[in-house]
Protein backbone atom coordinates (compact mmCIF):
# COMPACT_ATOMS: atom_id res chain seq x y z
CA UNK A 1 0.00 0.00 0.00
CA UNK A 2 2.76 2.67 0.46
CA UNK A 3 4.67 2.71 -2.92
CA UNK A 4 4.99 6.51 -3.19
CA UNK A 5 1.73 7.15 -1.36
CA UNK A 6 2.98 9.72 1.61
CA UNK A 7 0.86 9.00 4.44
CA UNK A 8 0.55 11.63 7.26
CA UNK A 9 -1.49 11.84 10.63
CA UNK A 10 -4.48 15.05 12.03
CA UNK A 11 -3.18 16.04 15.23
CA UNK A 12 -6.48 15.21 16.69
CA UNK A 13 -6.05 17.67 19.89
CA UNK A 14 -9.64 19.13 19.30
CA UNK A 15 -11.32 16.32 20.80
CA UNK A 16 -7.97 15.29 23.34
CA UNK A 17 -8.35 18.78 24.82
CA UNK A 18 -5.10 20.35 25.94
CA UNK A 19 -2.36 18.07 25.57
CA UNK A 20 0.23 18.57 28.49
CA UNK A 21 4.25 18.41 26.84
CA UNK A 22 4.63 14.79 27.89
CA UNK A 23 1.56 14.13 26.41
CA UNK A 24 2.44 15.36 22.82
CA UNK A 25 5.49 13.53 23.19
CA UNK A 26 3.60 10.06 23.90
CA UNK A 27 1.16 11.15 20.71
CA UNK A 28 4.36 12.20 18.49
CA UNK A 29 6.49 8.60 19.67
CA UNK A 30 3.17 6.88 18.13
CA UNK A 31 3.38 8.56 14.97
CA UNK A 32 6.99 8.06 14.35
CA UNK A 33 7.19 4.53 15.14
CA UNK A 34 4.13 4.04 12.95
CA UNK A 35 5.79 5.01 9.86
CA UNK A 36 3.68 8.35 9.38
CA UNK A 37 5.49 10.69 7.31
CA UNK A 38 3.89 14.24 8.37
CA UNK A 39 1.07 15.86 10.89
CA UNK A 40 -1.25 18.27 9.74
CA UNK A 41 -2.93 21.07 12.21
CA UNK A 42 -6.02 22.38 11.61
CA UNK A 43 -6.62 26.10 12.41
CA UNK A 44 -8.87 28.53 14.66
CA UNK A 45 -7.52 31.55 16.36
CA UNK A 46 -11.24 32.03 18.25
CA UNK A 47 -14.33 30.04 19.11
CA UNK A 48 -17.76 31.05 19.39
CA UNK A 49 -19.75 30.91 22.48
CA UNK A 50 -22.79 29.64 19.87
CA UNK A 51 -24.92 29.47 23.35
CA UNK A 52 -25.15 32.80 23.37
CA UNK A 53 -26.02 33.36 19.56
CA UNK A 54 -30.04 33.97 18.98
CA UNK A 55 -31.45 31.56 16.77
CA UNK A 56 -31.36 33.58 13.56
CA UNK A 57 -27.75 34.44 13.78
CA UNK A 58 -26.97 30.93 15.42
CA UNK A 59 -28.33 29.19 12.11
CA UNK A 60 -26.69 31.65 9.57
CA UNK A 61 -23.18 31.05 11.36
CA UNK A 62 -23.56 26.79 11.34
CA UNK A 63 -24.94 27.05 8.04
CA UNK A 64 -21.81 27.62 6.50
CA UNK A 65 -20.22 24.59 8.37
CA UNK A 66 -19.47 22.01 6.25
CA UNK A 67 -17.43 19.53 8.51
CA UNK A 68 -18.45 15.79 8.58
CA UNK A 69 -21.45 13.95 8.84
CA UNK A 70 -22.86 14.24 12.42
CA UNK A 71 -19.96 16.86 13.78
CA UNK A 72 -21.05 20.46 14.89
CA UNK A 73 -19.07 23.69 14.55
CA UNK A 74 -16.45 24.53 16.50
CA UNK A 75 -16.59 26.50 19.49
CA UNK A 76 -15.08 28.57 22.24
CA UNK A 77 -15.05 25.17 24.74
CA UNK A 78 -13.04 23.38 21.79
CA UNK A 79 -8.79 23.20 22.12
CA UNK A 80 -7.13 24.42 18.80
CA UNK A 81 -3.72 24.62 19.22
CA UNK A 82 -1.87 27.06 17.60
CA UNK A 83 -0.27 25.45 14.81
CA UNK A 84 3.03 27.33 13.97
CA UNK A 85 3.82 27.39 17.40
CA UNK A 86 3.11 23.47 18.02
CA UNK A 87 5.05 22.77 14.90
CA UNK A 88 8.01 24.50 16.14
CA UNK A 89 7.95 22.59 19.34
CA UNK A 90 7.26 19.45 17.87
CA UNK A 91 10.40 19.94 14.97
CA UNK A 92 12.83 19.56 17.75
CA UNK A 93 11.32 16.47 18.48
CA UNK A 94 11.20 14.84 15.26
CA UNK A 95 12.49 14.67 11.50
CA UNK A 96 8.45 14.23 10.08
CA UNK A 97 6.97 16.77 7.76
CA UNK A 98 3.93 19.03 8.64
CA UNK A 99 1.04 20.35 7.02
CA UNK A 100 -1.85 23.15 7.56
CA UNK A 101 -4.74 21.47 6.88
CA UNK A 102 -6.18 24.03 6.30
CA UNK A 103 -4.93 27.47 7.90
CA UNK A 104 -7.99 30.65 7.35
CA UNK A 105 -5.12 32.60 5.31
CA UNK A 106 -7.56 36.11 4.92
CA UNK A 107 -7.86 35.75 8.88
CA UNK A 108 -4.26 36.38 9.49
CA UNK A 109 -1.97 39.33 8.75
CA UNK A 110 0.28 37.89 5.61
CA UNK A 111 3.61 39.29 6.31
CA UNK A 112 3.29 37.79 9.84
CA UNK A 113 2.19 34.57 8.61
CA UNK A 114 4.75 34.41 5.79
CA UNK A 115 7.76 35.21 8.88
CA UNK A 116 6.38 32.30 10.60
CA UNK A 117 6.27 29.70 8.47
CA UNK A 118 9.53 30.44 6.80
CA UNK A 119 10.92 30.08 10.80
CA UNK A 120 9.19 26.58 10.55
CA UNK A 121 10.26 25.15 6.88
CA UNK A 122 13.62 26.20 8.37
CA UNK A 123 12.96 24.09 12.20
CA UNK A 124 11.67 21.34 10.06
CA UNK A 125 14.61 21.44 7.10
CA UNK A 126 11.88 22.19 4.25
CA UNK A 127 8.78 20.06 4.75
CA UNK A 128 6.31 22.29 5.43
CA UNK A 129 2.83 22.41 2.92
CA UNK A 130 0.92 25.57 3.77
CA UNK A 131 -2.51 24.36 3.33
CA UNK A 132 -5.04 27.35 3.29
CA UNK A 133 -8.48 28.49 2.74
CA UNK A 134 -10.85 31.23 3.04
CA UNK A 135 -12.98 29.53 6.08
CA UNK A 136 -16.56 29.53 7.21
CA UNK A 137 -16.93 31.51 10.19
CA UNK A 138 -18.26 34.97 10.25
CA UNK A 139 -18.41 35.48 13.60
CA UNK A 140 -14.81 34.46 13.78
CA UNK A 141 -13.74 36.91 10.83
CA UNK A 142 -15.42 39.98 12.80
CA UNK A 143 -13.62 39.54 15.87
CA UNK A 144 -10.23 39.36 14.13
CA UNK A 145 -11.27 42.55 12.09
CA UNK A 146 -10.74 40.59 8.87
CA UNK A 147 -12.64 41.15 5.71
CA UNK A 148 -15.18 38.01 5.16
CA UNK A 149 -16.82 39.80 2.56
CA UNK A 150 -13.37 40.33 0.36
CA UNK A 151 -11.69 37.20 1.55
CA UNK A 152 -11.85 35.97 -2.25
CA UNK A 153 -9.67 38.80 -3.29
CA UNK A 154 -7.14 39.19 -0.11
CA UNK A 155 -6.39 35.39 -0.74
CA UNK A 156 -5.71 35.78 -3.95
CA UNK A 157 -3.28 38.73 -3.35
CA UNK A 158 -1.52 36.86 0.12
CA UNK A 159 -0.70 33.88 -2.25
CA UNK A 160 1.38 36.59 -4.30
CA UNK A 161 2.89 39.02 -1.11
CA UNK A 162 3.89 35.64 0.34
CA UNK A 163 5.64 33.51 -2.41
CA UNK A 164 7.60 37.32 -2.88
CA UNK A 165 8.88 37.42 1.03
CA UNK A 166 9.66 33.88 0.29
CA UNK A 167 11.67 34.08 -2.57
CA UNK A 168 12.76 38.05 -2.42
CA UNK A 169 15.58 39.06 -0.01
CA UNK A 170 13.39 43.20 -0.13
CA UNK A 171 10.09 43.66 -1.79
CA UNK A 172 7.86 46.21 -2.86
CA UNK A 173 4.10 44.89 -3.93
CA UNK A 174 1.20 47.20 -4.27
CA UNK A 175 -2.19 45.67 -4.71
CA UNK A 176 -5.68 46.69 -3.20
CA UNK A 177 -4.85 44.98 0.48
CA UNK A 178 -1.16 44.92 0.61
CA UNK A 179 0.99 47.85 0.47
CA UNK A 180 4.98 46.96 0.74
CA UNK A 181 7.58 49.40 0.10
CA UNK A 182 11.09 47.97 -0.02
CA UNK A 183 10.70 45.06 2.96
CA UNK A 184 11.88 41.56 3.71
CA UNK A 185 12.22 38.50 6.11
CA UNK A 186 14.75 36.99 7.58
CA UNK A 187 15.91 34.30 7.23
CA UNK A 188 14.32 32.81 4.09
CA UNK A 189 12.83 29.80 4.08
CA UNK A 190 14.51 26.54 2.90
CA UNK A 191 11.77 26.06 0.13
CA UNK A 192 11.55 29.15 -2.03
CA UNK A 193 8.79 28.95 -2.17
CA UNK A 194 7.51 27.07 0.59
CA UNK A 195 4.11 25.12 -1.08
CA UNK A 196 0.59 26.14 -0.65
CA UNK A 197 -1.95 23.61 -0.83
CA UNK A 198 -5.64 24.82 -1.24
CA UNK A 199 -8.43 23.31 0.48
CA UNK A 200 -12.38 23.02 -0.46
CA UNK A 201 -14.03 22.76 -3.65
CA UNK A 202 -16.07 25.81 -4.81
CA UNK A 203 -15.35 26.18 -8.57
CA UNK A 204 -13.35 29.50 -7.26
CA UNK A 205 -11.09 26.91 -5.36
CA UNK A 206 -10.31 24.49 -8.02
CA UNK A 207 -9.89 27.20 -10.90
CA UNK A 208 -7.28 29.59 -8.52
CA UNK A 209 -5.66 26.09 -7.33
CA UNK A 210 -5.19 25.23 -10.84
CA UNK A 211 -4.17 28.51 -11.96
CA UNK A 212 -1.87 28.69 -8.65
CA UNK A 213 -1.62 25.61 -6.31
CA UNK A 214 0.89 23.40 -5.64
CA UNK A 215 -1.72 20.77 -4.41
CA UNK A 216 -5.09 20.15 -2.81
CA UNK A 217 -6.81 19.18 0.45
CA UNK A 218 -10.01 18.05 -0.72
CA UNK A 219 -12.83 18.15 1.56
CA UNK A 220 -14.48 15.41 3.45
CA UNK A 221 -17.55 15.11 1.04
CA UNK A 222 -15.51 14.78 -1.96
CA UNK A 223 -15.43 11.16 -1.93
CA UNK A 224 -13.29 8.97 -4.60
CA UNK A 225 -15.37 8.62 -8.32
CA UNK A 226 -17.52 11.19 -9.77
CA UNK A 227 -17.55 13.85 -7.68
CA UNK A 228 -13.46 13.55 -7.43
CA UNK A 229 -13.77 13.61 -11.44
CA UNK A 230 -15.65 16.56 -11.83
CA UNK A 231 -13.57 18.82 -9.50
CA UNK A 232 -10.32 17.37 -10.93
CA UNK A 233 -11.12 18.28 -14.34
CA UNK A 234 -11.65 21.62 -13.37
CA UNK A 235 -8.51 21.73 -11.71
CA UNK A 236 -6.98 20.69 -15.29
CA UNK A 237 -8.66 22.53 -17.30
CA UNK A 238 -7.53 25.95 -15.08
CA UNK A 239 -3.87 24.39 -14.88
CA UNK A 240 -3.92 23.87 -18.45
CA UNK A 241 -5.37 27.61 -19.42
CA UNK A 242 -2.72 28.43 -17.34
CA UNK A 243 -0.12 26.65 -18.95
CA UNK A 244 1.01 24.56 -16.30
CA UNK A 245 1.28 20.78 -15.93
CA UNK A 246 -1.82 19.25 -13.91
CA UNK A 247 0.20 15.88 -12.99
CA UNK A 248 2.40 18.67 -11.14
CA UNK A 249 -0.65 19.41 -8.52
CA UNK A 250 -0.69 17.16 -5.40
CA UNK A 251 -3.71 15.67 -3.94
CA UNK A 252 -4.23 14.81 -0.47
CA UNK A 253 -7.62 13.53 0.95
CA UNK A 254 -8.68 13.07 4.68
CA UNK A 255 -9.19 9.58 5.61
CA UNK A 256 -12.05 9.72 8.54
CA UNK A 257 -10.92 5.98 9.48
CA UNK A 258 -12.67 5.83 12.73
CA UNK A 259 -15.53 4.04 11.65
CA UNK A 260 -13.48 1.98 8.73
CA UNK A 261 -11.96 -1.44 9.02
CA UNK A 262 -9.02 -2.47 7.12
CA UNK A 263 -10.82 -2.86 3.64
CA UNK A 264 -12.45 0.37 4.08
CA UNK A 265 -9.25 2.12 4.48
CA UNK A 266 -7.20 0.45 1.79
CA UNK A 267 -10.23 0.78 -1.11
CA UNK A 268 -10.52 4.50 0.06
CA UNK A 269 -6.46 4.52 -0.51
CA UNK A 270 -6.78 2.53 -3.68
CA UNK A 271 -10.00 4.87 -5.20
CA UNK A 272 -7.92 7.97 -4.10
CA UNK A 273 -4.84 6.85 -6.10
CA UNK A 274 -6.52 6.14 -9.00
CA UNK A 275 -7.15 10.01 -8.87
CA UNK A 276 -3.53 10.72 -8.90
CA UNK A 277 -3.19 11.04 -4.98
CA UNK A 278 0.61 10.55 -3.97
CA UNK A 279 -0.36 11.90 -0.02
CA UNK A 280 -3.07 10.86 2.10
CA UNK A 281 -3.85 12.73 5.63
CA UNK A 282 -5.59 9.70 8.21
CA UNK A 283 -7.94 11.57 10.77
CA UNK A 284 -8.54 9.76 14.08
CA UNK A 285 -11.15 12.27 14.96
CA UNK A 286 -14.66 12.23 14.27
CA UNK A 287 -16.26 8.71 15.55
CA UNK A 288 -19.45 8.26 17.19
CA UNK A 289 -18.19 9.87 20.36
CA UNK A 290 -14.93 12.11 20.82
CA UNK A 291 -12.25 9.45 22.75
CA UNK A 292 -9.31 10.29 25.06
CA UNK A 293 -5.43 10.27 23.85
CA UNK A 294 -4.90 6.67 24.21
CA UNK A 295 -8.03 5.92 21.94
CA UNK A 296 -6.02 8.17 19.31
CA UNK A 297 -2.87 6.22 19.77
CA UNK A 298 -4.93 3.51 19.04
CA UNK A 299 -6.28 4.51 15.66
CA UNK A 300 -3.82 5.70 14.74
CA UNK A 301 -1.88 2.27 15.01
CA UNK A 302 -4.89 0.67 13.31
CA UNK A 303 -4.94 2.82 10.49
CA UNK A 304 -1.04 2.66 10.34
CA UNK A 305 -1.74 -1.79 10.33
CA UNK A 306 -3.83 -1.35 7.55
CA UNK A 307 -2.03 0.74 4.92
CA UNK A 308 1.04 -1.41 5.95
CA UNK A 309 3.16 1.97 6.52
CA UNK A 310 5.60 0.00 9.18
Not at 214 to 232: I, K, M, S
Amino acid sequence: MTGTLQAGIMFPGDETGYLEPEQLDEWLRVAVDCGYAHISFGDHVLGVDAAALSEPVYREWARRWSGPAGSTPYTHEVVYREPFVLMAYLAGRCELGFATNIMVLPQRQTALVAKQAAEVDLLCRGKLRLGVGTGWSTIEYEALNAPFGERAGLLEEQIEVLRALWTRDAVSYHGRHHQLQHVGIQALPRQRPIPIWFGGEAPAVLERLGRAGDGWFPPVHVTPGERAEQCLRRVHAAAAAAGRDPAQIGIEPRLYMASMDGDDMRSFVTAWRGHGAGHICVDTRFGPTPVPLREHCDRMRRAAQALRLS
